[in-house]
């Protein structure tokens, strides 16, 4: 029997977030994450993702490590004879830089990390859909530390694996989910040939459908689901902000946000939220929901509708996974990226001084939406602050005035505030 009842609190749960590249795996640390999961270059489910080479995974292992937080690996893809060179090349590589953990959803691979790294913490993908307890122990009795439990589960059946295990127990909370069980799907390869179970997933499951009458080639009715077509099998995205207490409550370990194909603004905006909530919820008999800012920042990123999928299965709202609305909405859009102000270095140099007096109130930003004078910039802090800046000057690198920037350029732009460097800056889109 578990030793922790279930209102037994054993730690506030980490929250995880994605890194989809060096630099949004930075992003998600200064924004709140305790840790972050990555994907080397090879076996993992989002190889469409830029992913890091060997250099930045040991370099972020060395930030985490320094810094206290978590580094978890992504090795999750389903293990062909093909792939058992290449998986052990890479336990071997992350054993060297002390990853703080492996995501393995692989019999053999948890095998091979054995044997060839038992210092390096075993975490159980989703993929592997653990959904009771004995399965759970299962795992544990297997060298697993820690189990992401699978996405259907309920809130009960949550709270009836934890009072039976003491292992490690993780939950997605936010991000997209698949139509049928996490990643055990063949509808990407057999449409496309590109295989979800090994990280290349062209999502089918978003795509428009219409009807086709065999003998009437060419000609496509359309199926009536909602106004802008039919989206048969899209499933609306994860949010489980407003379950944060119970989840803390229910003594589950870490709160996994998805989406490392996300760009830095969704990574920014919804570890914040998740991070200040979480924060506010904790000691767990506080009930605090997301205030304002929270909720707003998750509705400023790129998402479809959001659910509470399975936590709570006989609620009337239960289950709305598919929705006819497919298009994502966002009410904000990445505006650019604070990076540190370039230095002079001699006279030959081609950066110059701001045209104006130097201050050090001037930030250099790296641009991602075309910007015009006249628009709003907002800046996010970490501790929830978004502070609204006029833009009525910006130069470029050789100190002229710019009316318009576009994305790929460096700016600069006097702020009456400080910044500083991989710091998210957002735009309001238009209506
Ligand atoms: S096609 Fe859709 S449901 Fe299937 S694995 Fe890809 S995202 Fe998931």
């Known amino acids: 029997m578990n030793p922790y009842p279930l209102e037994g609190i054993r730690r506030k749960p ?8 060096f630099e949004k795996a930075r992003i998600a640390y200064l924004y709140g994450a305790d840790a972050v999961y990555v994907g080397g270059k090879a076996l993992n489910l989002r190889m469409r993702s830029k992913n890091l080479g060997d250099e930045d995974l040991a370099a972020l292992a060395f930030l985490a490590r320094r810094s206290g937080k978590g580094l978890y690996v992504t090795l999750n893809s389903l293990m062909r004879p093909r792939d ?4 052990k090349a890479a336990l071997e590589y992350l054993r060297d830089i002390q990853a ?7 019999p053999g691979a948890v095998l ?7 210092g390096l913490p075993l975490h159980l993908s989703t993929q592997v859909s653990t959904m009771n307890h004995l399965s759970a122990r299962f795992w544990e009795a297997e060298g697993i530390r820690r189990i992401n439990l699978a996405r259907e589960l ?22 997209s989910l698949c139509v049928s069980y996490s990643g055990r799907c063949l509808l990407s390869h057999t449409m496309t040939g590109r295989s979800a179970n090994n990280g290349h997933c062209a999502q089918p499951c978003r795509w428009t459908y219409r009807l086709v009458e065999e003998k009437r080639p060419g000609e496509y009715f359309p199926v009536g689901e909602g106004p802008d077509g039919s989206y048969i099998l899209n499933s609306r995205d994860l949010c489980l902000i407003d379950d944060l207490p119970r989840l803390a409550r229910a003594g589950i370990d870490a709160l996994k946000i998805e989406g490392r194909m996300k760009g830095a603004h969704y990574v920014a905006s919804v570890t914040r939220a998740y991070r200040r909530t979480l924060d506010a919820c904790w000691p767990p ?15 400023a990123v790129s998402h479809r509708p959001y659910t509470r999928a399975f936590l709570f299965p006989d609620s009337p709202q239960s289950p709305p996974e598919i929705d006819a609305e497919t298009s994502l909405v966002q009410t904000h859009t990445l505006a650019g990226i604070v990076r540190a102000m370039p230095r002079l270095q001699g006279e030959d140099v081609d950066i110059v001084k701001p045209s104006s007096q130097a201050a050090p109130s001037w930030t250099c930003l790296e641009v ?3 910007l015009r004078l006249g628009q709003t910039l907002h800046f996010l802090f970490p501790d929830g602050r978004t502070l609204r800046h006029p833009l009525q000057v910006m130069e470029n690198h050789l100190g002229q005035s710019l009316a318009t920037a ?12 400080s910044t500083f460097p991989l710091q998210v800056v957002r735009l309001s889109r238009p209506h």
């Open 14 to 21: 980490e929250l995880l977030a994605p890194g989809g590249s």
């Open 84 to 87: 058992l060179g290449p998986l």
């Open 100 to 106: 703080g953990g492996v995501i393995v959803g692989d």
């Open 112 to 118: 091979l990390a054995r044997e060839l790294a038992p």
């Open 154 to 175: 309920s809130l009960d059946e949550i709270q009836a694996i934890r009072r039976e295990t003491s292992m490690e127990l993780e939950v997605f909370v936010h991000g």
């Open 285 to 299: 008999t506080v009930d605090a929901g997301p205030d304002h800012t929270s909720r707003n920042d998750l509705l």
């Open 368 to 370: 991602r939406s075309q």
């Open 406 to 417: 576009h994305p790929n350029t460096l700016v600069r732009l006097p702020v009456p505030f």
